[in-house]
């Protein structure tokens, strides 16, 4: 069973830095695309950034465009979320998503999510 375990959230001050990672154990197909969602309280779940493994060809949110990277460790199934010059409204749950293709069909899984708060 495929599993996915952010780590890297925490607290920050506006301006301030963090780096997001996701690690896929139990992989036993070949991991498409993976994502960074995330959801702010009373807010729905939105895309923040993806990478397709493949090509390591990345897109964004506009609302994170120029301060915010994706990159991915296909080596060790590790995708990483860098986020600089954070602003208030980043304070959210960010969720890691994986697109697995294994057996002939494509499976989505998510991660369990980490807090990233904001705050001055």
């Known amino acids: 069973q495929v599993q996915l375990v952010e780590s890297g959230g925490g607290l920050v001050q506006p301006g301030g830095s963090l780096r997001l990672s996701c690690t896929v154990s139990?992989?036993?197909?070949?991991?498409?695309?993976m994502s960074w969602y995330r959801q702010a309280p009373g807010n729905q779940r939105e895309l923040v950034a993806v990478?397709?493994?493949?090509?390591?060809?990345?897109n964004y949110a506009d609302s994170v465009k120029g301060r915010f990277t994706i990159s991915g460790d296909n080596a060790n199934n590790t995708v990483y979320l860098q986020m600089n010059n954070l602003k208030f409204q980043g304070t959210a749950v960010y969720y890691c998503?994986?697109?697995?293709?294994?057996?002939?069909?494509?499976?989505?899984?998510w991660g369990q999510g980490t807090q990233v708060t904001v705050s001055s």
């Open positions: 998503y994986a697109r697995v293709y294994s057996g002939g069909y494509y499976w989505a899984s």
């Open positions: 139990g992989l036993t197909g070949s991991i498409s695309t």
């Open positions: 990478i397709t493994s493949a090509t390591g060809s990345a």
